[in-house]
Structure formats: structure tokens, C-alpha cells
């Protein structure tokens, strides 16, 4: 599986920003989709993960009720709305993926994803 992660840039507070995160291959489905990010000098965190079919999503708390996670299967696409972004925010973005059956239970822990995007750039202003 490979991923590729797009849609990063330089906004300003305030603003909205949607990241994009393509997989190769036929079995994106088959795969719980995550997005961390790391911020300069600091560890890679848990931003959000969706289950296979869409139907489940999970939130770090910091990013709750801002941004949103979907996927288009169809697509072999994941996405991260950001709204009301915030300088904390500021950070390459990664998306990642890991293959488990449909009713296990979203992975917040960077190292249970076993594939993994080049991360794309947010900057946030203030």
C-alpha cells in the first residue's frame, strides 16, 4: 500500500483546509485510515482515524468538533477537514494505514499503522 498526502499549505487562523491522502492499490477498504501530525521538536500525535466502512470515527481531543475524517472507498481516498484552524495546528500531516477486520476497535497509537504517507505541510498563522 502506498500513500500520498496532499492538500497542506499556509492559511491563516481561522481558516479551513481539507488534506487528502490517495492509496495504491484495490483493497482500501480493507484498511483503518488514521492521520497524525508532528509539530517541529515535537512527537507524533493522534489526530483522527476512521473505520473501514466509514461508520466509526475517532478524535484526539485537541481537534473535537473541528476537524472531521471521511473516506471515499470508491476513491481509495481518506480526508481531514480542518476548521477554525489555530496555530497549534501547525505541523506536517501524516495519513497512515493499518489492515484489521471490520469490527475491531480505531487505532490512536502511531506504531499500529504499518503503512505510511510522505506528510504534507499545514502552517497556520496567527
Known amino acids: 500500500v502506498q500513500l500520498q498526502a496532499s492538500g497542506g499549505g499556509l492559511v491563516q487562523a481561522g481558516e479551513s483546509l481539507t488534506l487528502s491522502c490517495e492509496s495504491s492499490?484495490?483493497?482500501?477498504?480493507?484498511?483503518?485510515m488514521g492521520w497524525f501530525r508532528q509539530a517541529p521538536g515535537k512527537e507524533r500525535e493522534f489526530v483522527a482515524a476512521?473505520?473501514?466502512?466509514?461508520?466509526?470515527?475517532l478524535y484526539a481531543d485537541s481537534v473535537k468538533g473541528r476537524f472531521t475524517i471521511s473516506r471515499d472507498n470508491f476513491k481509495s481516498t481518506v480526508y481531514l477537514q480542518m476548521n477554525s484552524l489555530k496555530p497549534e495546528d501547525t505541523a506536517v500531516y501524516y495519513c497512515?494505514?493499518?489492515?484489521?477486520?471490520?469490527?475491531?476497535?480505531?487505532?490512536?497509537?502511531?506504531?499500529?499503522?504499518?503503512?505510511w504517507g510522505q506528510g504534507t505541510l499545514v502552517t497556520v498563522s496567527s
Open positions: 497512515a494505514a493499518v489492515r484489521l477486520i471490520m469490527t475491531a476497535n480505531l487505532k490512536t497509537d502511531a506504531s499500529e499503522y504499518d503503512y
Open positions: 492499490g484495490r483493497t482500501f477498504s480493507q484498511y483503518v
Open positions: 476512521m473505520s473501514r466502512s466509514g461508520d466509526r470515527a
